[in-house]
């Protein structure tokens, strides 16, 4: 299960930051983006699902998140 970090779309200047495109069905009200951090956390902690995104949306994450992983392998 992948969980999503979210902060407003205003505040979107790091590196890698992938704009939510579909936001009905992420079921977000404002425009977002995701921003890359990697961590785990525990299922339990999960309070309640927002939505799911879009298949055009993971398509974009998961480049964001390849070209990371890349990048910090290349370092």
Known sequence: MHRLYTPSANNSD????????????????????????????????????????????KKAIKAALQQLLSHNQAG
Do not use: C, E, H, Y
């Open 14 to 57: 790091w590196p890698l930051d992938t704009n939510i495109q579909d936001l009905d069905a992420a079921g977000l009200p404002s425009p977002s983006v995701v921003r890359m951090k990697l961590f785990t956390l525990d299922d339990r902690l999960v309070i309640r699902k927002a939505g799911q995104l879009s298949q055009r949306d």
